[in-house]
């Protein structure tokens, strides 16, 4: 039972990477405040320019049958067979056998989701985190998000890569129902690949809220 548990959760992560097709009216504090029904048609997502040397994990596992090869702390080029490709790197901090902490570094997205776990009570919780914060020098991000995602600017993904290589960083991060803010831990060689995403920076200034899924 413990290891279906896992694996559900591993899961449960993975299609977070998809976009929704929901159109959304853009908030500055909440990305997700209030959704419309609609269509909308984007052209796939595609790498950007110097990471031809970068391997591809293709995503091409359904809910039924859970990838176990996922490249934690790697750089990769996910290709999703919906949405095209993206580069980013994995995270996930956990228990063994209990609660965990996922979490996506994308170019222009970064998701959080949590699974509280606990098999003595035969009770497992999914959290999608809306509040994120990132240390950076003497001062911090606050991020707002919702469903999990963040967005991403410039003056952020140049915090992340220029983090201080070889240690590790707490981020903290919020949701609705989880109660204080819980301080999580990314590793060293998460952190160390964030140099690698967030590099040579040619995102637009903006990016419409329903081209990142909220």
């Known amino acids: 039972m413990k290891k279906a548990a896992l694996i559900i959760a591993v899961a449960a992560f993975l299609p977070l990477v998809s976009s929704l097709s929901s159109k959304a009216q853009f908030n500055d504090q909440t990305l997700c ?3 419309t ?3 909308e048609k984007y052209k796939k997502l595609a790498v950007a320019d110097g990471y031809d040397n970068v391997e591809t994990y293709m ?3 359904d809910f ?5 090869d996922i490249p934690w702390s790697e750089t990769k080029v996910l290709e999703d067979p919906v949405i095209g490709e993206r580069v ?3 995270d996930r901090n956990y228990i063994p056998g209990a609660s965990r902490i996922h979490t996506g570094w994308f170019r222009n997205l970064i998701f959080a989701v949590g699974v509280d776990y606990h098999p003595q009570l035969g009770v497992t919780r999914r959290y999608e985190f809306d509040v994120m914060m990132v240390p950076s020098g003497d001062s911090y991000f606050v991020m707002r998000g919702c469903d999990g ?3 991403v600017t410039e003056e952020l993904a140049n915090a992340l890569r220029t983090q201080p290589p070889g240690k590790n960083v707490f981020i903290k991060l919020y949701a609705e129902g989880f109660g204080g ?3 999580n831990q990314i590793g060293a060689g998460t952190v160390k690949e964030w140099s690698k995403v967030y590099a040579n920076w040619d995102q637009p200034s903006t990016v419409k809220p329903s081209e990142l899924g909220f």
């Open 59 to 61: 995503m091409d596992s």
């Open 33 to 35: 405040k209030r959704r």
């Open 181 to 183: 803010g819980i301080l």
């Open 37 to 39: 029904v609609g269509i």
């Open 149 to 151: 995602r963040f967005p």
């Open 88 to 90: 980013g790197v994995l």
């Open 64 to 68: 039924r049958k859970p990838a176990k």
